[in-house]
């Protein structure tokens, strides 16, 4: 089992570019949750998507998108990126049936974004 | 105020010491709680979940204060290995978010 496998594991942009960071989930998941952690700081959350769809969401800017594919796996957009956007990007993935999580969340082991 | 508090330390034990962190959170609709580790630069994993009733798991013990809103995590014996960021985490069921906290910083010194 691969576990949650995300890519790239470190990037380098520059003001005001996009970017899109990709997770591919645990074997069996059916939900990826996205998370930034600034150094220093826990995991903030981004938002959550299942089924395609965007569940939920933390308190980050329209210029945080996402995606969910069929098999699952997700992409988060970020675009007129600024300086503050420098942070390690987590992808989280975990079951939930009838509204509740069946299994803990997995996290890969992240994307080091660096704004310059 | 932030939804999960935790004291950042650092906490500096030697091995074979007993150290003990706590973790407050203000969303009383609360119904998930979890202690999470990172280690430096890598992904954070699960520790242990923390339940009503209190568990155990070896060294580590998890107990959660509904009334009072806090959890705690009960660390004997500490290793060396045991040096990382202690994460606490609470999540409401259905909400499909998890909140963390800040972390805890534990280092355990020969």
């Known amino acids: 089992d691969a576990g949650v496998t995300q890519s790239p594991t470190h990037l380098i942009k520059t003001r005001g570019q996009q970017v899109t960071l990709r997770c591919s989930p645990k074997s069996g998941h059916d939900t990826v949750s996205w998370y930034q952690q600034a150094l220093g700081q826990g995991p903030q959350f981004i938002f959550q998507?299942?089924?395609?769809?965007?569940?939920q969401r933390g308190n980050f800017p329209d210029r945080f998108s996402g995606h969910q594919f069929p098999n699952y796996s997700s992409e988060l957009n970020v675009n007129a990126l600024l300086l503050g956007d420098s942070a390690l990007y987590l992808c989280?993935?975990?079951?939930?049936?009838?509204?509740?999580?069946?299994?803990?969340?997995?996290f890969g082991q992240g994307t080091r974004l660096t704004v310059v | 105020r932030k939804e999960v508090e935790q004291d950042p330390g650092p906490f500096n034990v030697p091995e074979g010491a007993t150290v003990a962190f706590n973790c407050t959170y203000s969303?009383?609709?609360?119904?998930?709680f979890f202690w999470y580790r990172q280690d430096c630069r890598k992904e954070p994993k699960l520790l242990m979940s923390?339940?009503?009733s209190g568990n155990e798991d070896g060294r580590f013990t998890a107990q959660l204060n509904r009334a009072s809103q806090y959890i705690s995590l009960l660390i004997r014996d500490s290793k060396l290995s045991d040096s990382a960021t202690y994460l606490c985490v609470v999540s409401v069921t259905n909400a499909g978010k998890s909140t963390f906290g800040d972390g805890t910083t534990l280092t355990v010194k020969p």
């Open positions: 998507y299942y089924e395609e769809e965007e569940r």
């Open positions: 989280a993935s975990s079951e939930w049936t009838g509204g509740v999580m069946r299994t803990e969340a997995f």
């Open positions: 969303n009383s609709a609360s119904q998930s």
């Open positions: 923390v339940y009503s």
